[in-house]
């Protein structure tokens, strides 16, 4: 679930049905720059529950997901949820449905996630919490590649403007080609 995202984004073909091209100048934003859309089509994602003896498999169906091949990540609209009546309380990790629980959220990588796929990548993360009034100090410099994760690969620059403008610490990027999911997406 990213709260800061208008679409849902997919970069897993495999996973879509009734996959429809994209009219030729669809992009997303990502990071400093844009990936094309290459279709839109819906997904199934699986909601985790928190019993684990009995644990009840409940599919959430995406609509409109947009295909990103290119894309660092999946993502899930958390604005899109809520204008289906879905509720994320990020405390307790529950997704509700008018009310009732349909699944639960997971911290992965200092991330909020839905689903995780099987090679251990993230497939479904969240935005970020609202920073805290902390009467800690805060550091002078904060963990590139955590952040470079959390901000949905975002390139040096950005990671730059990130800690100078918000956190008020210097955050130096981790160069792309480090990243295997941006050397994948060949993302500059």
Same mark, same amino acid.
């Given at each position: 679930?990213?709260?800061?995202?208008?679409?849902?984004? #997919?970069?897993?073909?495999?996973?879509?049905?009734?996959?429809?091209?994209?009219?030729? %100048?669809?992009?997303?934003?990502?990071?400093?720059?844009?990936?094309?859309?290459?279709?839109?089509?819906?997904? @199934?994602?699986?909601?985790?529950?928190?019993?684990?003896?009995?644990?009840?498999?409940?599919?959430?169906?995406?609509?409109?997901?947009?295909?990103?091949?290119?894309?660092?990540?999946?993502?899930?609209? /958390?604005?899109?949820?809520?204008?289906?009546?879905?509720?994320?309380?990020?405390?307790? %990790?529950?997704?509700?449905?008018? %009310?009732?629980?349909?699944?639960?959220?997971?911290?992965?990588?200092?991330?909020?996630?839905?689903?995780? @796929? &099987?090679?251990?990548?993230?497939?479904?993360?969240?935005?970020?919490? &609202?920073?805290?009034?902390? &009467?800690?100090?805060?550091?002078?410099?904060?963990? #590139?590649?955590?952040?470079?994760?959390?901000?949905?690969?975002?390139?040096?620059?950005? /990671?730059?403007?990130?800690?100078?403008?918000?956190?008020?610490?210097?955050?130096?990027?981790?160069?792309?080609?480090?990243?295997? @999911?941006?050397?994948?997406? &060949?993302?500059?």
């Amino acid at each position: 679930m990213d709260s800061g995202s208008s679409i849902h984004v #997919s970069r897993d073909r495999d996973k879509f049905t009734n996959f429809r091209k994209a009219p030729t %100048g669809h992009y997303a934003l990502c990071g400093s720059g844009t990936v094309p859309i290459l279709g839109y089509g819906e997904i @199934d994602i699986e909601l985790s529950s928190l019993s684990t003896k009995n644990p009840k498999r409940k599919l959430l169906r995406l609509n409109r997901v947009a295909y990103c091949p290119q894309f660092p990540t999946n993502l899930v609209s /958390l604005t899109k949820l809520e204008e289906r009546g879905m509720d994320w309380c990020h405390r307790t %990790g529950e997704i509700r449905l008018r %009310g009732d629980i349909i699944g639960y959220t997971r911290r992965i990588h200092h991330q909020y996630v839905i689903e995780q @796929d &099987k090679s251990s990548h993230t497939i479904l993360a969240t935005s970020l919490r &609202k920073p805290q009034k902390s &009467k800690r100090p805060i550091p002078s410099s904060a963990n #590139s590649d955590l952040w470079h994760l959390r901000m949905g690969h975002v390139g040096p620059g950005a /990671l730059a403007q990130l800690g100078n403008q918000t956190l008020g610490v210097q955050i130096n990027g981790p160069s792309t080609v480090k990243c295997p @999911d941006c050397a994948l997406a &060949k993302i500059t």
